[in-house]
């Protein structure tokens, strides 16, 4: 058994569970001998070269038990991109604090870090496990079934659209349409994800526009059209990521980040949903509104399914028992087990897949027109939203003297 102490990052955009997945590795940790002290990175692997770093055992415990239901990330975060010069710095202070455990919570870059610095320290001979915590609210992450946060920003979206569509069904004879944008690269997870409040075909959303599938204009257009003949008002939900057919995203935006992803609408460019509004308005001269959320689904916790945080939980808990097993170079996962009954267990997947590979929306959760997912999507995403409201409406019944 290595000894030593272990220390736990976050990186990335945050979720409303991700404090959830620390409180899991901090409460594990206190039972695993072969760890002494827990530390926190201040603002992930960009926080630890600058040796910001906190001991998580002077803490209360009421502060502890508190951040399992407190959104965002509480160690702060960081959009860092390692560079190989400080790899064998960061070596030297897993050395200097004498860690042997580093738990990493995030998503594919993440993982790309742990995955570098475990292989590091097997170049210098320093004896290390390192483990990765899955989180994202985009639901991209490779080989877990979903990924802690997915749930609850899915459940803010899907809320936000079918209340805004109550409202849009309402307000149709001055606004004719309405777009709600949601994040995700190359993912549509939570585009999708706005469905989970329809009830009737003319509940919202009306159409929804993945980035797994190549926008057409034509198409588009027709579309809407189509929707507004009969329903009289259109509801369109867009991830940010769709791109024409050649390949430029629909945004216009060429902003890239240190790690390469397009940073879409950033720096006084257009969002998607800025241009599809103005593709409607151009074309039908229809009033409408556009939505743009960027943090918010990410970390409301007056939103956050109680679901989502116990299993961001069991995902920190399951990392220390992986490294009180002696393994290492693992992320853990959620894994679905068979049957009707929703039950999510534990698993792993190694950390040089995950680092290099995605999970875009399988083909058959997208209906074949490419505007709205199918009836097993909605199957998959039932069990981890919870049940969602029913809002009512007048049969109006004309009124005859």
């Given amino acids: 058994m290595l000894k030593g102490n272990a220390i736990i990052g976050?990186?990335?955009?945050?979720?409303?569970?991700?404090?959830a997945s620390l409180v899991g590795v901090f409460k594990a940790a206190q039972n695993f001998a072969g760890i002494r002290k827990v530390l926190g990175m201040r603002y992930g692997i960009q926080g630890f070269l600058a040796e910001d770093i906190i001991d998580l055992g002077k803490e209360s415990a009421r502060?502890?038990?508190?951040?399992?239901?407190?959104?965002?990330?509480?160690?702060?975060?960081?959009?860092?991109?390692?560079?190989?010069?400080?790899?064998?710095?960061?070596?030297?202070?897993?050395?200097?604090?004498?860690?042997?455990?580093?738990?990493?919570?995030?998503?594919?870059d993440t993982m790309d870090t742990i995955h570098r610095v475990?292989?590091?320290?097997?170049?210098?001979?320093?004896?290390?496990?390192?483990?990765?915590?899955p989180k994202t609210v985009d639901n991209d992450l490779f080989g877990t079934d979903h990924t802690p946060g997915f749930p609850s920003a899915a459940r803010w979206v899907a809320l936000s659209v079918m209340q805004g569509g109550v409202l849009a069904r309402d307000m149709k004879k001055v606004d004719q349409f309405v777009i709600h944008q949601t994040v995700g690269r190359a993912a549509g997870w939570l585009a999708a994800a706005s469905v989970a409040g329809k009830k009737d075909?003319?509940?919202?959303?009306?159409?929804?526009y993945m980035p797994e599938?190549?926008?057409?204009?034509?198409?588009?257009?027709?579309?809407?059209?189509?929707?507004?003949d009969e329903y009289g008002w259109v509801s369109i939900v867009c991830g940010e990521g769709i791109a024409n057919a050649d390949g430029t995203p629909v945004s216009a935006s060429q902003v890239k980040d240190k790690f390469q992803n397009v940073e879409f609408g950033a720096m006084g460019g257009t969002s998607a949903a800025m241009v599809l509004h103005r593709m409607i308005s151009a074309e039908f001269g229809f009033r409408g509104e556009f939505q743009v959320p960027e943090s918010l689904p990410m970390c409301d916790a007056t939103r956050a399914v109680q679901q989502d945080i116990d299993e961001a939980y069991m995902?920190?808990?399951?990392?220390?028992?992986?490294?009180?097993?002696?393994?290492?170079?693992?992320?853990?996962t959620l894994v679905r087990e068979p049957g009707k009954k929703y039950v999510c267990?534990?698993?792993?997947?190694?950390?040089?897949?995950?680092?290099?590979r995605a999970k875009p929306m399988p083909d058959r959760y997208i209906n074949e027109a490419g505007n709205f997912v199918t009836g097993e999507f909605v199957e998959y995403l039932r069990?981890?939203?919870?049940?969602?409201?029913?809002?009512?409406?007048?049969?109006?019944?004309k009124f005859n003297r």
Avoid: W
């Avoid at 959104?71 to 050395?95: E, H, N, Q, T, W």
């Avoid at 475990?118 to 915590?133: N, P, R, S, T």
């Fill in 118 to 133: 475990e292989g590091c320290a097997k170049e210098h001979d320093y004896e290390l496990i390192g483990i990765g915590i």
């Fill in 63 to 108: 502060t502890i038990s508190g951040l399992k239901g407190t959104p965002s990330s509480a160690l702060g975060s960081c959009r860092y991109k390692l560079k190989d010069p400080d790899l064998p710095l960061i070596v030297d202070l897993l050395r200097k604090y004498n860690i042997r455990y580093v738990f990493l919570i995030g998503g594919n």
């Fill in 345 to 356: 267990t534990t698993g792993t997947a190694g950390l040089h897949e995950v680092a290099v």
């Fill in 383 to 397: 069990p981890l939203l919870g049940p969602m409201p029913r809002y009512f409406r007048l049969s109006n019944v």
């Fill in 213 to 228: 599938r190549t926008f057409s204009h034509e198409k588009f257009l027709a579309d809407v059209k189509r929707c507004y």
């Fill in 10 to 19: 976050q990186s990335g955009g945050p979720t409303s569970v991700i404090n």
């Fill in 201 to 208: 075909p003319d509940d919202a959303p009306h159409l929804i």
């Fill in 315 to 332: 995902c920190g808990k399951a990392a220390v028992k992986l490294a009180a097993e002696g393994r290492t170079g693992l992320m853990v």
